[in-house]
């Protein structure tokens, strides 16, 4: 599975983006999509993740009731709605593909099989 993220940009504190992360190659089998964020210098961090039917999602403390997650497997796209961003949500953007386990340790970054290439999400104060 290759996975490309796409949406990053320049926003202002209040503001929102919406990105996308759009899989191709062996994409018939199921998997969790999750968003992660690195901001310079810190660990790379778990946002949000959303299982194959889209039925369940789940979200960091940082992002819960801001951040939606959602997808659409007719076109093997994932999207991670985000609201209200802070400066804090500055980082870079990646989206992770996870076909083991099913929804289990969703927030497990090393248990991802498959990643994005990030995308920058800068915002302003």
């Known amino acids: 599975v290759q996975l490309q993220a796409s949406g990053g940009g320049l926003v202002q504190a209040g503001g929102s983006l919406r990105l996308s992360c759009a899989a191709s190659?062996?994409?018939?089998?199921?998997?969790?999509m999750g968003w992660f964020r690195q901001a310079p210098g810190k660990e790379r961090e778990f946002v949000a993740a959303?299982?194959?039917?889209?039925?369940?999602?789940f979200y960091a403390d940082s992002v819960g009731g801001r951040f939606t997650a959602s997808r659409i497997n007719a076109i093997n796209t994932a999207y991670l709605q985000m609201n209200s961003l802070k400066p804090e949500d500055t980082s870079v953007y990646y989206c992770?593909?996870?076909?083991?386990?099913?929804?289990?340790?969703?927030?497990?970054?090393?248990?991802?099989?498959?990643w994005g290439q990030g995308t920058l999400v800068t915002v302003s104060s």
């Open positions: 992770a593909a996870k076909t083991r386990y099913g929804s289990a340790y969703y927030d497990n970054d090393k248990l991802y099989d498959y």
């Open positions: 190659g062996r994409t018939s089998s199921s998997y969790i």
């Open positions: 959303i299982s194959w039917s889209g039925e369940n999602a």
